[in-house]
């Protein structure tokens, strides 16, 4: 009985984590969609320009996120495999010494591991690269957009810093 209630406690969370992903999705998009009419009232051209960038960025996240499962996928195959032969030469490692099989098992299960460790580094390597690029794109976008401000009317700063405050605040939710 005991299993059957950890069980049912398990799906009950897991259920729980849906439902509140599914309203933080409607009130985050409520958000958005308001932000980002305010920002076309605001600007027009800067919004768009704001969408495209949010197009671009999206169009970076898939590649990354292609990437990243083809080498997960691959990592979990090696490491599957890792733990298969580890744990096939220490269950039988009175045999393995008395044959004198060692070395072979040393250089198999090192290989393997140096395998591994490649695919873990390929497979989170993406994470931290593609933040980077996000950060480094958003600032040379908001730089891009301050200077067209600046040489098309020099006299809209207000107008300027109050578009910027807005999309510091949408563009998380791009």
């Known amino acids: 009985m005991g299993e059957i209630a950890k069980a049912m406690s398990q799906e009950g969370y897991t259920i729980g984590l849906g439902a509140e992903a599914i309203i933080q999705l409607c009130g985050l998009s409520?958000?958005?969609c308001c932000l980002a009419l305010l920002a076309?009232?605001?600007?027009?051209?800067?919004?768009?320009?704001t969408l495209l960038f949010g197009l671009v960025t999206l169009l970076i996240s898939r590649q990354i996120s292609r990437a990243t499962k083809k080498n997960a996928s691959a990592f979990s195959e090696e490491s599957s495999s890792l733990a298969n032969a580890t744990d096939q030469y220490f269950s039988n490692l009175k045999f393995v010494k008395s044959f004198g099989?060692?070395?072979?098992?040393?250089?198999?299960?090192?290989?393997?591991?140096?395998?591994?460790?490649h695919d873990f580094f390929r497979t989170y390597l993406y994470t931290p690269l593609g933040?980077?690029?996000?950060?480094?794109?958003?600032?040379?976008?908001?730089?891009?957009?301050?200077?067209?401000?600046?040489?098309v009317t020099p006299s809209a700063f207000g107008?300027?810093?109050?578009?910027l405050a807005v999309f510091y605040r949408l563009a998380p939710r791009l």
Not at 40 to 49: A, C, H, I, Q, V
Not at 111 to 117: D, E, F, I, L, Y
Not at 131 to 148: C, D, K, M, P, T
Not at 159 to 163: D, P
């Open 30 to 32: 409520l958000v958005s």
């Open 40 to 49: 076309f009232g605001l600007s027009p051209r800067m919004t768009m320009l």
């Open 101 to 117: 099989l060692a070395p072979f098992a040393g250089r198999l299960l090192s290989v393997s591991q140096r395998k591994c460790a």
């Open 131 to 151: 933040r980077f690029s996000f950060e480094a794109l958003g600032i040379v976008f908001i730089s891009f957009i301050v200077a067209f401000a600046f040489w």
């Open 159 to 163: 107008r300027i810093i109050v578009f």
